[in-house]
Nanobody, 121 residues
């Protein structure tokens, strides 16, 4: 099992930027596919971005968000630019047990506690 702790959420105006971090501890990190998800009130948890050998993005964030990972520090980051009110949600990082890419939240074994991102108009 991997333990995940997110940080970096907050309140920002539309057009602003935030950087989320997710620190991992536990079993091997470098071989795990890592993902960022978000969940807004009354909505399903949705895939935002994921990283294994390649990096994947949801269409809604492509060109605005950038996922990076530092395997030596066992940390992944989500740089969010040009934020919009519709980006408001609780953001979670998650880890799969293997390196296969997936946008389905049910495929992830470990989850962080979440960090709130609020974008005001």
């Amino acid at each position: 099992q991997v333990q995940l702790v997110e940080s970096g959420g907050g309140l920002v105006q539309a057009g602003g930027s935030l950087r989320l971090s997710c620190a991992a501890s536990g079993r091997t990190f470098s071989s795990s596919f890592m993902g960022w998800f978000r969940q807004a009130p009354g909505k399903e948890r949705e895939f935002v971005a994921g990283s294994g050998g390649s990096t994947y993005y949801a269409d809604s964030v492509k060109g605005r968000f950038t996922l990076s990972r530092d395997n030596a520090k066992r940390t992944i980051f989500l740089e969010m630019n040009s934020l919009r009110p519709e980006d408001t949600a609780v953001y979670y990082c998650a880890a799969r047990k293997d390196s296969w890419a997936s946008a389905d939240y049910r495929a992830y074994a470990s989850w962080g506690q979440g960090t709130q991102v609020t974008v005001s108009s």
